[in-house]
């Protein structure tokens, strides 16, 4: 028995993307004993594009919290940012 399709009838398919624009993420960065201020700052300002006092004000506060919110943007900037901080071998984490 061969079912034929109704030329009638049709069927509306709606779907939904989520595109990472849509994503707010944060990169963590987390304090170790063997950088210095020097080089988190340095590692900072490469990977954020931010200014050197923002940078030292970061890693300052990682310092002294042991952890800080050092950027925030999208899904792809953060794992972009994330990427250029553990290039020297810095520990980071994405929240998103």
Known sequence: MEIKPNESQQIDITTEHVTDKELSSRVVLFN??????????NQLIKATKCSFEKARDYA???????KAIVFNGSLNECLKVSSILEEIALQ???IT
């Open 60 to 66: 300052f506060e990682v310092h002294v919290k042991g």
């Open 92 to 94: 980071t984490q994405i």
């Open 32 to 41: 170790d004993d063997w950088h210095t201020f020097d080089e988190v700052i």
